[in-house]
């Protein structure tokens, strides 16, 4: 007994030890703050003492700590119905409003502000301070904890002990192609993935490997929706594409619309009878779908629906912002990441940097959305989510991918965010030692990235102009831009509550006997909306002659995929080319012999979806660099067959068992799935201990 009170006497003392060096760091700022700023008085117009001065700023300083650490949460608790993006402009006039009421409390009132400056004082205030006790905590194991569990809304007193078996975290990489990971793992770009591979960086040694890297090749759409739909409810099945036209519903299905979204989820639930990957105390986070996770937090599949605040989608950024600190650095980093993108696309236009997509505009805002906002808050959610001990944890993290698209894959900017993205990894690792139950952290991507020029650039027209043409139809003068569909977009405007609509999707053709074209990178689609079933080649052909040869012709397009009368399904190439689906062989000579392994078999079940397109097109494919040609406006793309973007990465702990047997292919969305759902069966079972598991193989 004396023991247990001495520990908390000694903490008691740490943590009185660590509040009053804060309180001295921030007296020192707002004493060097109040002699760089003009507008900023801690004395009275007479003059006072240094002693009394110091007083002043001490007993402001204090204030403002003690309104920051109370009023702060409440403040945000009363802004809960205020967007997230709204609330992240609040911070600094909400913070600087703080320091003012702070100098009010001086009994002396020699304190005075204008109330520009006050923004400023305690932007600065609040960064050092959570510096200060942020690199207090560190050295001392259970202020550290203690600190995880503020910044991520949780209160360690109210959480069961931890069990014995290991919880699982899933990180998305949203983008991350295999072959990007292993490049920036070889620059020293990511020294955390580095080191569980065992290859050093930056100098280090080699260490034993802790995972093991495994390639996995995507089904033809591959994007987000079709990935992580499999990954998470194990099926994607009837889902041709990012965006497609559904003939019986007369709809266009979006990927990342919420109403769109939450269909689908339901789709995969129906068909395969099962919640999800994450139905057994489990939380989904950031992601598109839920997985059947009971904890969700800026799921875009829910956003569309009313839930209670704990659950609902936009909670986590709220949860997150309740800490001032959290506020102001993220905001900073938001207000940096804006200029630190303008600065790079005008750097990239005066040296005329080709290939090279329109950047203006909101964009900036998008891209410090994803790169800071959405990293920020979904990090401190899976951060909480660890120290609550859950069993299951899924994150998507869209950074990268929302760079690349414009950036180009294996551009600076793109290894840039990389870099950062590692750094989250790391913190991550640090907080699983802290936890109360061990973790197996795993890393995997839902798809990669293929760099490319767009077709509009390097033809002067988009994929809709020359269907257009194909039908004889008139084609503008001027060829318009196709809206890039980067999941970060869809993210902003949840996160603003407002519906995530393309302007573009939701018109309707002039007569319905016009075609409707929608793109998804390099893959695109095309409908005639008054014919209610699948078109065939021959009623194609009948109707508008000349639009499959337009179409197979082209040199920026690799083939078609149409329905057929006589052979049920032909895949059509340049100069007459036309293979049954049933005969095509990836070894065949014809139009999807530059794709690689895999692509007959990709476009044979895409072809059995009851809602693919009258005419699926997938662009041309340069073998030699990996290029494709987006009908997008992205410079880095995915969605289609061709390069990188159909070989994404799973990085997993020795711990688990291999994914797949040696010689053995790791293909499609719904086997990912079953990998994962069996390693959460074997941490469910009889564990071997961590510590002795870490023994065994350093012996």
Request: proline share 6%; with cysteine.
């Amino acid at each position: 007994m004396r023991g247990v009170r001495g520990g908390r006497w000694r903490r008691a003392v740490s943590q009185i030890g660590r509040s009053v060096a804060v309180w001295a760091v921030s007296t020192v700022t707002m004493l060097v703050l109040a002699g760089i700023l003009p507008d900023f008085q801690l004395q009275s117009a007479d003059g006072d003492s240094a002693t009394t001065i110091a007083v002043t700023a001490a007993s402001a300083a204090g204030a403002f700590g003690l309104l920051s650490a109370v009023v702060w949460p409440l403040l945000v608790r009363l802004l809960l119905l205020v967007p997230a993006l709204v609330l992240g402009l609040l911070v600094f006039f909400l913070n600087g409003a703080l320091l003012l009421v702070a100098l009010r409390l001086d009994p002396a009132e020699r304190g005075a502000v204008d109330p520009e400056t006050a923004v400023v004082v305690a932007a600065v205030m609040s960064a050092v301070a959570s510096a200060t006790g942020g690199a207090l905590a560190v050295r001392d194991d259970d202020a550290y904890r203690r600190r995880l569990y503020r910044l991520s809304d949780r209160r360690p007193h109210a959480l069961p002990p931890g069990p014995v078996s290991p919880g699982t975290v899933f990180v998305q990489f949203d983008g991350v192609g295999h072959d990007v990971l292993t490049s920036a793992v070889d620059k020293g770009l990511m020294p955390t993935v580095a080191h569980w591979l065992g290859n050093g960086s930056g100098g280090a040694a080699e260490t034993e490997p802790t995972h093991r890297l495994t390639p996995w090749r995507t089904d033809w759409s591959s994007q987000t929706g079709a990935s992580q739909l499999g990954i998470l409810h194990g099926s994607n099945f009837d889902i041709p594409a990012f965006r497609w036209y559904e003939k019986d519903r007369q709809e266009v299905m979006v990927s990342n619309r919420p109403a769109s979204a939450a269909e689908l989820q339901r789709r995969a639930v129906e068909r395969t009878g099962d919640g999800g990957l994450l139905s057994a105390d489990g939380a989904s986070r950031g992601n598109l779908f839920s997985g059947g996770a009971d904890q969700q937090a800026l799921v875009l599949s829910i956003a569309a629906r009313r839930r209670s605040r704990e659950t609902r989608s936009r909670a986590g950024y709220f949860a997150y912002f309740s800490d001032p600190a959290n506020a102001v650095r993220t905001a900073l980093s938001f207000i940096a990441e804006v200029g630190r993108e303008i600065g790079q696309s005008t750097r990239a236009r005066l040296r005329k940097v080709r290939p090279r997509v329109a950047r203006g505009g909101l964009y900036p805002f998008v891209r410090a959305f994803a790169t800071v906002v959405e990293r920020d808050v979904v990090v401190a959610a899976v951060m909480g989510d660890m120290l609550a001990g859950r069993t299951a944890v899924y994150a998507d993290l869209v950074a990268y991918d929302e760079v690349a698209h414009h950036s180009g894959p294996m551009s600076r900017d793109a290894e840039k965010v990389l870099a950062r993205l590692d750094r989250a990894l790391a913190l991550i690792e640090k907080v699983a030692e802290h936890a109360p139950r061990p973790y197996r952290i795993v890393v995997l991507s839902d798809h990669g990235q293929s760099p490319g020029e767009t077709f509009r650039s390097r033809y002067g027209l988009t994929l809709g102009d020359l269907v257009r043409a194909g039908c004889g139809l008139p084609v503008p003068r001027r060829a318009g831009r196709t809206r890039s569909g980067a999941e970060a977009r869809a993210a902003v405007r949840a996160a603003l509550h407002r519906p995530v609509e393309e302007e573009h999707e939701q018109r309707r053709p002039a007569r319905r006997s016009e075609p409707i074209v929608l793109a998804s990178g390099n893959l695109g689609l095309v409908s005639f909306p008054d014919v209610p079933h699948r078109m065939t080649k021959e009623e194609i052909d009948a109707r508008h002659p000349a639009l499959l040869p337009t179409l197979a012709n082209h040199p920026g397009i690799g083939f078609l995929l149409v329905r057929s009368e006589e052979h049920g399904g032909v895949v059509l190439g340049a100069y007459g080319a036309e293979i049954p689906v049933d005969r095509l062989d990836d070894d065949h000579s014809g139009p999807l012999a530059p794709f690689g392994p895999g692509a007959a078999d990709a476009v044979r079940r895409t072809h059995s979806f009851p809602h693919a397109a009258d005419i699926m097109v997938n662009s041309f494919h340069d073998q030699a660099d990996g290029e494709v040609l987006a009908f997008e406006e992205q410079i880095g793309s995915h969605g289609g067959l061709g390069g990188a973007q159909a070989k994404p990465f799973l990085l997993s702990p020795y711990a688990f068992s291999a994914p797949v047997d040696d010689g053995e292919e790791l293909v499609g969305a719904e086997h990912v799935h079953r990998v994962l759902s069996r390693w959460l069966g074997e941490t469910a079972g009889p564990q071997v201990p961590i510590e002795v598991e870490s023994e065994e193989r350093a012996a």
